[in-house]
């Protein structure tokens, strides 16, 4: 999480696992510090024993003895939150059998994904200043924990609707897409959900195997189109994917407790889940520094379109990042984005960074040309 510098102007250490919170300890002061949902049960003595004035502990349960000591020593002690079914100060992104566990014994509604979303939906009926304040504690510790991760990436983002289902032509391509993407060093990233951006996740997660393999899963996945009858029976499937098919490729989601009702997908490999959707939608784009690419959607898409448009119109984040509309009918007859897009752009910079293309298979090379 962001804080607030020491004094002198020194940027704060980081301390977010047991290993590095041992190779500070041997220096005997913790002045300064950040420590971020570590689990210190385990590490009493060493909490005694060493300098912690300064230091700020974000969720980190600690024995009673050490506590007092901390706090005495001048540390800031933002203690964990009983009966939460999330960590709001988590150093990490999710993983996909982290949300998802207890799927298979429970269903999908036991998990911790679905107990997050059912919190968040009571809370904010209730009007809840606290869970607000939890909520907006955790949309900045995921935050965080994505642009440590991000940073050096060349990010391309896919966006789509979510009612692409599985076992559509449609479907194979924004896989094939996200396949290529990733084998072209790319690190693809998506609004986490189902539909097309299940099949940019999921076709970086074939990226290291071959033609036969991406095949076989897409008729494994056929057999479950959609989420809507059975979300516990579409998640098994993906996850039976995962299983036959271990140590895919990596790529990234940004999925939102706001849209509970669509579940994320278990392709991606790092889940930065946000509880306000605002804040997932410009993470997203925001950090597409290779691009965004635009499959054919409905409101959400055009929506992201024109997030993605404002920024490059005004120059907001920099120089415009590419953007790579797909489906020429859809997006000049269907639902005419192009066209505005074209005479926003027109006499701007970002002019030289729009495409639209007929296909998935027209994307690659289009990004490389923008990109010039």
Not at 119 to 131: H, I, K, M, N, P
Request: overall charge negative; some cysteine.
């Amino acid at each position: 999480m962001d804080a607030a510098p020491p004094e002198g102007n020194r940027r704060p250490r980081d301390v977010e696992t047991l290993e590095e919170f041992d190779a500070v300890a041997i220096s005997g002061s913790f002045a300064g510090c950040r420590l971020q949902a570590v689990d210190l049960t385990s590490r009493t003595f060493a909490l005694l024993v060493t300098d912690t004035s300064e230091a700020v502990f974000l969720g980190c349960p600690m024995e009673p003895q050490a506590l007092a000591h901390v706090r005495a020593g001048g540390a800031l002690v933002f203690p964990p939150v009983p009966g939460l079914p999330f960590d709001p100060y988590r150093a990490a992104p999710y993983r996909p059998d982290e949300l998802y566990a207890g799927l298979a014994e429970h269903g999908y509604r036991a998990t911790p994904d679905a107990r997050t979303h059912a919190w968040s939906l009571r809370t904010a009926e209730d009007g809840d200043v606290f869970a607000s304040m939890l909520r907006s504690i955790h949309d900045d510790a995921v935050s965080d924990a994505l642009d440590e991760r991000l940073g050096g990436l060349q990010v391309v983002g896919v966006m789509g609707g979510h009612a692409m289902e599985r076992g559509t032509d449609a479907y194979a391509g924004a896989a094939r897409l996200g396949r290529s993407l990733a084998r072209a060093g790319l690190t693809v990233a998506t609004g986490g959900g189902p539909g097309a951006m299940e099949a940019a996740n999921f076709g970086a997660y074939a990226a290291p195997y071959d033609d036969v393999m991406l095949g076989k899963a897409l008729d494994v996945l056929a057999g479950t189109p959609t989420f809507g009858p059975s979300v516990d029976a579409w998640a098994a499937t993906a996850f039976d994917v995962r299983d036959r098919w271990p140590d895919g490729g990596p790529s990234y989601g940004l999925p939102t407790w706001f849209y509970g009702h669509e579940p994320t997908n278990p392709f991606a490999a790092h889940i930065a889940k946000f509880f306000a959707n605002a804040t997932r939608e410009d993470g997203l784009l925001s950090r597409c520094s290779a691009g965004v690419v635009f499959l054919p959607g409905a409101a959400g898409t055009v929506q992201e379109i024109f997030d993605a448009a404002t920024a490059n119109y005004y120059g907001s984040r920099g120089e415009p990042a590419p953007m790579v509309l797909v489906d020429r009918a859809h997006w000049t007859d269907e639902l005419p984005a192009w066209p505005l897009l074209q005479t926003l752009a027109a006499g701007r910079a970002m002019s030289r960074r729009i495409a639209l293309v007929d296909g998935v298979d027209e994307v690659p090379a289009a990004l490389e040309q923008l990109s010039v």
